[in-house]
């Protein structure tokens, strides 16, 4: 068994049981944010310091993650609040948090390596393994969903450590060890099963998810995890596969993997029945569940897209594409959010390239419903699942307007992302709500006997029972409220029925 990391020996007064008591107590009371920063020290300094003994380091250390719970649990909630924070304090959250579980994985990391290479103290400290596997499995997940949270770039290294730690589990014999995970929290927890909630949660595609669709995702899978199954060769119900003495994350089996003794296929088809037959109770009753543990309330509809994406990828057969990709290389020229919209949209055709808020994007596959593309140079956090863009192909005239559906980060300053087409032929117009003027954008469905359209929209336009009203081509149009079908930050795509007669 390879060693998982190296260490520094420095001293820390938290040698001192009264004293780590004290500095834990006298953490900031108001302030979460600055507490866990702190205890994201606490973790560096105590996991490497010298002096200590393994079963007394491991005390510390857990101690330090309980103090960090509640903390974290708060700045989460925070995160996702309906109303959003500054872009500011969202960066300052989301870093508070991240941060502090990377701490958390490494700190423990470090303790398993030691018993892992059979340091001095790990017998008299064996009867801590178990929780001590069980908390660096939970920590280094929770860093790994939110790296999510930003779309990467996932560190294969932290799937690296999180194999070896689940194979040295495995190795000890103590993979179905139950325990409390944190005291005065409800649930036992095993090795293996903090083990397959992360490598479901990896394989349910979360890069197309949003972020708070990501966070229920994964209380979701935590609530279905003993119907997964696990084992070390290929087998119908397991339809994927991971290394567990690799750096990767798990990957779907589409062909049978090279057969090893650390090879492990696992699936979560045994969960689906159980998935769907939630999804059909939020369908009929219009509410979720009260035995789903969501840690909040949510809307059913949020609710069941989440849902219905993990059916779709714990589904034993892959989703299938709706049209066939072909691979090109060519340029694309994008503009975002529904100001970049309306701002190529106007009364003049062309579009000052040189201007801000314009990309330039490498266009990798084209299909009728979509780009996949490459983002070269990530300008702004604007991008992300549910950002709208308008995109005009190298040496075409049109624009067309899209929705991104997946983001990859692959690097500090590189993304990979796909595309919805929405309108190849998108137009904008003014459109009366009674007393009021509203611009939007009219997108053609395709179907022109269909009696429905779509119109792009600022949110809060929309309301239910009120007509909008717009006069084009010396013809009056009325367009009755339907529903939103989609929405992002800064916009609403509503559908309405058409009617149209001569001024």
Request: some cysteine.
């Amino acid at each position: 068994m390879l060693k998982l990391f190296g260490g520094g020996k420095p001293d820390h007064p938290m040698a001192d049981p009264k004293e780590a008591k004290r500095l834990l107590e006298d953490l900031p009371p108001h302030d979460p944010l600055k507490a866990l920063e702190e205890l994201a020290h606490w973790f560096e300094s105590v996991s490497t310091a010298e002096g200590f003994k393994l079963e007394q380091r491991v005390h510390v250390l857990l101690q330090i993650d309980e103090a960090g719970q509640a903390r974290a649990r708060k700045l989460a909630r925070d995160y996702f609040a309906t109303a959003r924070p500054s872009k500011v304090q969202e960066n300052r959250l989301w870093k508070g948090i991240h941060d502090y579980w990377s701490q958390a994985g490494q700190a423990f990391g470090l303790a398993v390596d030691q018993f892992v290479t059979g340091a001095k103290g790990a017998d008299a400290a064996k009867a801590q393994l178990p929780l001590l596997l069980v908390r660096t499995l939970h920590s280094l997940s929770q860093r790994i969903k939110w790296m999510h949270m930003r779309y990467g770039p996932v560190d294969l290294s932290a799937w690296g450590v999180f194999n070896r730690v689940y194979g040295f589990a495995e190795f000890r014999g103590l993979a179905g060890a139950k325990v409390v995970v944190y005291p005065g929290l409800p649930g036992e927890s095993t090795p293996q099963q903090e083990f397959l909630k992360g490598v479901v949660f990896s394989a349910s595609s979360p890069d197309a998810l949003l972020p708070l669709q990501v966070e229920l995702a994964e209380r979701l899978i935590g609530d279905f995890t003993a119907k997964f199954t696990l084992g070390s060769a290929p087998s119908p119900e397991m339809n994927y596969w991971i290394d567990i003495n690799q750096n990767m994350a798990p990957q779907r089996l589409v062909r049978p993997p090279q057969q090893t003794p650390t090879l492990r296929c696992f699936g979560a088809s045994a969960a689906l029945e159980e998935v769907k037959g939630f999804i059909q109770k939020i369908e009929s009753g219009r509410q979720v569940p009260s035995s789903l543990n969501l840690g909040d309330a949510y809307e059913p509809e949020v609710v069941l897209d989440v849902l219905e994406h993990l059916a779709m990828y714990w589904s034993l057969e892959p989703p299938e594409r709706k049209h066939p990709r072909h691979m090109v290389k060519s340029r694309l020229s994008v503009s975002h959010g529904f100001d970049g919209l309306l701002g190529v949209l106007g009364e003049s055709a062309s579009l000052d390239f040189e201007a801000s808020g314009v990309e330039t994007w490498i266009v990798e596959n084209v299909s009728a419903g979509g780009f996949g593309a490459v983002v070269q140079q990530l300008k702004g956090d604007w991008l992300k699942v549910g950002a709208l863009i308008v995109m005009q192909p190298e040496g075409g005239n049109n624009w067309v307007a899209g929705i991104i559906r997946r983001v990859n980060k692959v690097g500090a300053t590189q993304a990979r992302v796909g595309i919805q087409s929405i309108s190849k032929a998108p137009a904008a117009g003014k459109f009366w709500t009674g007393a009021t003027t509203e611009t939007g954008v009219l997108l053609k469905t395709g179907e022109p006997d269909s009696g429905e359209v779509r119109i792009v929209l600022k949110p809060g336009v929309f309301v239910p029972g009120q007509n909008l009203e717009s006069e084009r081509g010396g013809r009056f149009h009325v367009y009755m409220p339907q529903a939103v079908e989609d929405r992002g930050d800064d916009y609403e795509i509503a559908r309405f029925r058409e009617m149209i007669r001569e001024n």
